[in-house]
């Protein structure tokens, strides 16, 4: 078996495949490599800057007063960028990167202000955008796209071609069984690619852990880790397809065309067409919050409670609190149908490998729709750390009349900045493997079934 | 000689498996995509429908002009969808589809919204013909081609029919003539099958100029096939081995389709800085706002008959407060000034202010709109120079792959290239203007409906109705003539030297 691998392996390293891959891939490495060192600072420096000024705004609330900090609202949470944005950061730019707590409105004749509320803005960037569309070369893409094409290059005709020139009879003639003579194949065609793609990932990392503007940690070198031995996956699975091929057809032109066309089909065109029949982008429902009425109802009730001071404190704040929760609830049920629509898209185009692996790659990376799920789960958990701030604060001043919405029912005291809770924006490698977990499987399933199928072709095969 | 050469030619191709699996796969694409494509296309025309009525309508709730004719106001005007859109998106899908039409300021493409769709779903790439073309009959033209030349140099038949007193240049033509007419089975039988889909949807019209395009696109697309079967033709003469060949046009191809398009963008130098552009044409805009705009308003408002020195006029009343903003946004040069008022009724003692108001809101709505015209001239070569001149510069970039010219041709075939998208705002600004001259006509500025509705709401229907009829198949043409034109002379060029190598080698 390993002699085999081997004759394949000198067979491939000196052949012209071998040094146009390298070029190739090396070439698309390094142009990834330095479009992250170019725009990777960048991002880094804008998220400081976002989150400096974030902070600077909760202190400057926290000293005016407690009123002005439970009011206004944490303001604009930001997402933390990944380090390994050069990996997958294809779909970072539909997904907006922040999320911002707002105060609707303002009325001055009652001295009232709306209470802040979560609102999830989303990222258009192309609608003033006259660029010509093109896709973003990250890893996923050169994994993607141009490796599975290399891998399909490198075994279209390794069964195909020795049956043409009788090779493969000679072969068979010695006692050797032929499940061997495949595995030996099969690994000598996944190390001869593994080399030009190992070089080309080594001299890409080189590159950009030379710079010390874009900081690798352990943990993105794990991820790193992973992601690579989930393009060696994906790669053998694409080496399988193309054994199976090369097996069941005379001939190697033909071997190609078919390899050609299903490839197209699976990894061009498949997730677009999937992704369009599955989302045919729905309009979103938004729901008219209908402020006249509810106005007219608290006017009614607070003409009513002329004279009585803090019945009216009562129902301003009711009436303050019950619109923000509305807003919230309405702003976070208009995401949700936002997110099912992708997430039906998303598991419907998981028929493409191709998918699969920029779904997997997304997930380790730490961009992607996977991780913004995540970002947003950061954003409600410390939207609610901040509300139980707010309530404990108040509780814990005896002069407060505790009726929250109302400069006069709060606490008149001014916040310790120190005491208000940041946020973090912090990721879970459980979650994402956990969210990965499914992804592989299917990966691998994609796999033992390409595999075993040409193991089954080639048994029964005539030579 | 040449026809039977040709004849010998085509037979070898048809009756090839390669052929049955390039037809089949290619009608199965087509078919499907299309299908989806027109589904995808009914939505958004619906979409459209919608939006076009809810924004009537909302216009319709206001009851004074000022509430209506603003920046942040309810005169929408919407894009309709573009039902050649299905041969190729371009920027049918991206650019914003609607946008507000106001005497306070000049509508442009970046001032425009978006009806409709869950921007979410933006993360999904868009599909159309001319991309399955871009990657099929590219794929498909060097699969045809690679072994025409080298596989006779292999097997030796080349010697055999050089041996009768044949020219190299018909064998040349010959199997160039014959491999492109079989190409030419699958691709038009698959448009064939899809304009055949958009005629029988029952939402679409396609009137002569639409076939007339249609035409176009078909003409682009067998160019570009033939360019690539020349690429083909060319490496299969220059290697001489099929397997080489093979190899070298598997690379060539991923090199021009796939890796090009894609990398040649971030490549290149990002150009200068535009932010000092942006800059400084924003503080003239600001300028001209806020010291001659400003100047004269004052002015008026303090040599008035009846001296007032507030934008409000002092006037109260039921219904909606008055309010000034000065909406602004120096990314995209944007500024404008609006007043409205909204008011439901007034006291008695307040009708003496009326006249002044009126005499004010004739005064202002010539002002702001005599302004926000001297604006756009600053704003509209200063966003040529800081969106459009780079973006043309990658197009040109682009342009140097034969997918680049072949995406661009049909873009501008199907008319939802920049140009076309850029159509729907040069109409906007036609009926902008159209809109200021009825309200001049009406004396709407003057009215008293400007700012209330006590006597009577705005009457909304003298204002025209607004149309959008997409460029003529003329200025499409001509949009699109130069790329298809750049890629006929590349074919030629290709063509020459495949001629020159073939004649020069030795059998």
Not at chain 1, 104 to 120: A, D, N
Not at chain 1, 304 to 329: C, I
Not at chain 1, 427 to 433: G, L, P, W
């Amino acid at each position: 078996m390993w002699h085999i691998a081997k004759r394949e392996l000198y067979d491939n390293l000196n052949s012209l495949r071998f040094a146009l891959a390298t070029f190739l891939l090396l070439g698309l490495m390094l142009t990834n490599a330095v479009v992250h060192l170019r725009e990777h600072p960048e991002r880094v420096q804008k998220y400081i800057e976002n989150v400096t000024a974030h902070q600077n705004r909760l202190k400057s609330h926290a000293n005016a007063s407690f009123y002005e900090l439970a009011q206004k609202g944490p303001g604009t949470l930001h997402k933390k960028p990944s380090a390994l944005h050069f990996c997958a950061g294809r779909g970072e730019a539909f997904l907006s990167a922040h999320v911002s707590s707002i105060q609707s409105w303002s009325w001055q004749e009652r001295g009232l202000e709306g209470l802040w509320s979560l609102w999830y803005p989303s990222a258009t960037p192309n609608r003033n955008n006259v660029d010509p569309d093109v896709t973003k070369v990250d890893w996923g893409f050169i994994i993607g796209y141009v490796l599975s094409l290399l891998a399909l290059l490198f075994t279209f005709d390794s069964i195909s071609s020795e049956r043409e020139y009788g090779t493969l009879r000679l072969m068979l003639a010695n006692a050797m069984p032929r499940h061997t003579v495949l595995i030996g194949k099969f690994l000598g065609a996944l190390i001869s690619i593994s080399i030009p793609f190992t070089l080309a990932v080594l001299v890409n990392l080189l590159v950009i852990s030379t710079s010390s503007d874009a900081y690798l940690g352990a943990d993105a070198w794990g991820r790193l880790g992973i992601i690579y031995f989930i393009a060696l996956l994906y790669t053998c699975l694409f080496l399988a397809l193309g054994l199976l091929v090369s097996a069941r057809v005379q001939r190697s032109a033909v071997s190609l065309v078919i390899l050609l066309l299903a490839w197209v089909t699976l990894i061009v065109f498949m997730p677009s067409t999937l992704a369009s029949i599955a989302g045919r982008s729905l309009p979103l429902k938004w729901e008219r919050v209908s402020q006249r009425e509810r106005r007219a109802e608290y006017n009614k009730h607070w003409h009513e409670a002329h004279g009585d001071q803090r019945k009216q404190l009562q129902l301003s704040g009711e009436y303050v609190t019950k619109d923000a929760e509305q807003r919230e609830r309405l702003h976070e049920a208009h995401l949700k149908q936002g997110i099912s629509q992708v997430n039906r898209a998303r598991s419907i185009t998981r028929f493409s490998p191709g998918t699969i692996v920029e779904h997997l790659l997304e997930s380790f990376a730490g961009t992607g729709f996977e991780r913004h799920l995540q970002f947003l789960e950061n954003v409600q958990s410390y939207a609610r750390q901040f509300r139980e701030f707010i309530v404990d604060t108040d509780s814990a001043d005896p002069e407060s009349l505790h009726i929250f919405g109302v400069r006069e029912g709060v606490s008149q005291k001014s916040v310790n900045p120190e005491t208000v809770p940041k946020f973090e924006d912090t990721r879970n490698f459980r979650r994402d493997f956990d969210a990965a977990a499914m992804d592989l499987l299917l990966l691998t399933l994609f796999f033992v079934v390409f595999l075993s199928g040409a193991f089954l072709v080639f048994v029964r095969v005539e030579v | 000689m040449l026809t039977t050469l040709i004849r010998r030619e085509l037979l070898d191709n048809l009756m090839t498996f390669r052929f049955a699996v390039a037809v089949l796969i290619m009608l199965l694409l087509v078919v499907a995509n299309t299908a989806v494509l027109l589904k995808d296309y009914e939505q958004r025309l619906t979409l459209y429908n919608d939006a076009v009525k809810t924004h009537q309508q909302q216009l319709q709730e206001k009851k004074t002009y000022s509430a209506g004719i603003t920046y942040a106001g309810e005169m929408r005007i919407d894009r309709p969808p573009n039902p050649l859109s299905i041969f190729n998106t371009g920027f049918d899908k991206r650019i914003g589809n609607k946008v507000t039409v106001s005497h306070t300021y000049v509508p442009s493409l970046w001032d425009s919204g978006w009806h409709g769709s869950n921007p979410f779903m933006d993360m999904f790439a868009s599909m159309d013909i001319a991309f399955i073309f871009e990657v099929i009959l590219s794929l498909l033209a060097l699969v045809f081609a690679y072994d025409t030349l080298a596989g006779e140099y292999e097997h030796g038949t080349l010697r055999l029919i050089l041996t009768h007193s044949v020219r190299r240049g018909h064998i040349l033509l010959a199997k160039y003539i014959s491999a492109m007419l079989c190409l030419l089975v699958p691709l038009l039988m698959s448009l064939l099958l899809a304009v055949i889909l958009l005629t029988t949807t029952p939402s679409i019209f396609l009137n002569t100029d639409d076939f007339l395009r249609i035409g176009g696109i078909i003409l682009a697309s067998v160019v570009y096939l033939s360019v690539f079967y020349l690429i083909g033709l060319l490496i299969s003469a220059a290697t001489r081995r099929t397997s080489t060949a093979l190899m070298l046009a598997m690379f060539v191809w991923g090199f021009l389709v796939l890796v090009y398009p894609n990398v040649i963008l971030a490549v290149i130098p990002r150009p200068e800085a535009p932010q000092t552009r942006a800059a400084s044409a924003f503080g003239q805009i600001q300028q001209i706002w806020q010291v001659e705009f400003s100047g004269e308003l004052g002015h008026f408002l303090t040599t008035n008959a009846s001296p007032e020195i507030d934008w409000d006029l002092g006037l109260t009343g039921s219904g909606a407060e008055p309010y000034a903003y000065s909406w602004k946004d120096p990314q995209t040069l944007y500024y404008s000034f609006e007043n409205i008022f909204a008011f439901e009724g007034f006291d008695e003692k307040e009708e003496h202010k009326i006249p002044h108001a009126q005499s004010y809101f004739r005064f202002l709505g010539r002002l702001v709109t005599r302004t926000a015209d001297q604006t756009w001239l600053i704003r509209k070569p200063a966003l040529e120079d800081i969106f459009i001149h780079p973006a043309n510069v990658k197009r040109i970039w682009l342009k140097l792959s034969p997918v680049g010219l072949y995406d661009a041709a049909t873009q501008a075939w199907a008319g939802t290239d920049l140009h076309g998208a850029r159509d729907f705002f040069d109409a906007a600004r036609r009926y902008r203007q159209e809109v200021i001259d009825a309200l001049y006509d009406k004396e709407a500025f003057g009215s008293r409906q400007w700012f209330s509705s006590d006597k009577g709401a705005a009457d909304w229907s003298i204002l025209p109705q607004f149309s959008f009829q997409r460029a003529d198949v003329n200025t499409n043409a001509k949009r699109a003539l130069p790329d298809v034109s750049i890629l006929l002379m590349i074919n030629i060029v290709i063509f020459i030297l495949i001629f020159l190598i073939f004649v020069k080698s030795e059998v």
